[in-house]
């Protein structure tokens, strides 16, 4: 495999990779609805789970798009949507300006060379019945790339050394392995094939933290080698903004504030961005200790029957009646920095009061 070099340098902070302000991939209202079915012998729709709702964003070549969000928000339905595993109910996804949605036979073939996945479970993500060969040498026989044993082979064992695994271990099975390493693999398989771009679902999330930063930095490293594109998807805050140029921040299927990592941590518009991001531990006890954050009143409603207007209303604390009236429009609040509130910048009562940001870290050297 043969590194791609970087041109172009935009953005010094580890972490994040050159972007050119071409967009690689482009999501415009985005919407998939699940039918809610009941009867048994005359089966009938009787409503509709809006997982994701209009949703809109775009990730630019070389970059990292990070998607937050607490679970059940859609972050996972909109990857599997762009990895064609769901069919969108509305709207398009453009990558390299072709229209994904569209996309059959052949030409959803070369696609999916294009854009592969790094599940969350290393562990469930691999066939426990296959070795790591074989794990590996799979894409290249599914998409016929021509290799015979002795090509599979170079290929098998040039992914293991661009990943940090030993050659030996091609012969082992994923129960043989400890969760790091089986995520290596799959990081090893997605790079298998060349792809543009790839979708880190919870990537991380379930290693530990010493690990988690192997494979952050990891990930770092392969992206500037070979010019990838991740979109990413996580709970850990600290980690997005480590390896993330621009955020997203999703509620009730909807996409309520994105923009530079920077600027959404530190100047957070959007009554619930800021709520999250006061949930999050600040690892100086003296700070911690004089902090009094409250959760948001409320459960989170049904996405089978959403607020009207503003998904947030019903919990935000600075909601007013205009705010169920219409969903907003997104506004802008800086340079590549957008809300979707009638009110984003408002100040919020003390009690959620922001920490000082989130710091730059999360990866250790």
């Known amino acids: 495999m043969e590194a791609a070099t970087a041109t172009t340098a935009t953005d010094e902070r580890p972490g994040t990779a050159p972007a050119s302000g071409a967009a690689r991939i482009e999501v415009t ?20 789970v809006r997982a994701v709702d209009g949703v809109s964003f775009s990730i630019r070549r070389g970059e990292t798009f990070g998607l937050v969000g607490e679970s059940g928000c859609g972050k996972t339905t909109i990857a599997r949507t762009i990895l064609k595993l769901l069919e969108p109910t509305g709207g398009t996804i453009h990558f390299d300006g072709q229209d994904v949605t569209r996309l059959k036979g052949g030409g ?17 993500s691999l066939n426990p019945r296959m070795t790591v060969g074989d794990i590996l040498r799979e894409p290249f026989i599914v998409h016929a790339m021509g290799l015979d044993r002795a090509g599979l082979d170079r290929e098998v064992h040039s ?14 099975y ?19 094939l060349k792809p543009e771009l790839i979708v880190c679902d919870e990537a991380v999330s379930a290693l530990d933290v010493s690990v988690q930063a192997q494979i952050v930095n990891l990930l770092e490293e392969l992206q500037k080698a070979f ?45 619930y961005t800021r709520a999250l991001l ?34 947030f209303h019903p919990r935000c604390p600075i909601a007013i009646p205009e705010c169920a009236a219409a969903p907003p429009a997104p506004r802008a609040m ?10 984003a910048g408002t100040p919020l009562p003390p009690s959620l009061a922001l920490a000082p940001s989130i710091p730059i870290e999360g990866a250790a050297p």
Do not use: W
């Open 227 to 271: 010019g990838l594109t991740y979109l990413f998807i996580a709970h850990d805050l600290g980690v997005v903004r480590h390896l993330c140029r621009r955020v997203g921040v999703m509620y009730l299927g909807r996409l309520v504030e994105q923009g530079d990592a920077d600027a959404l941590f530190d100047r957070p518009a959007h009554p």
């Open 334 to 343: 800086g340079a590549d920095h957008f809300a979707a509130c009638i009110r």
């Open 29 to 48: 209202g985005l919407a998939v609805h699940f039918p809610v079915m009941r009867g048994q012998l005359f089966r009938r729709e009787v409503g509709r």
């Open 108 to 124: 959803l073939k070369r696609f999916r060379r294009q854009v592969q996945a790094i599940f969350q479970d290393p562990y469930s």
């Open 278 to 311: 006061s949930a999050v531990p600040v690892p100086d006890p003296a700070i911690e200790a004089e902090r009094t954050p409250q959760p948001l009143d409320g459960e989170v409603p049904s996405p089978v029957n959403p607020p009207s207007g503003c998904v």
């Open 159 to 172: 992914l293991l050394d661009v990943c940090g695994l030993p050659r030996r271990i091609a012969g082992r």
């Open 174 to 192: 994923p129960h043989e392995m400890s969760g790091g390493q089986r995520q290596r693999v799959g990081i090893a398989r997605a790079l298998a």
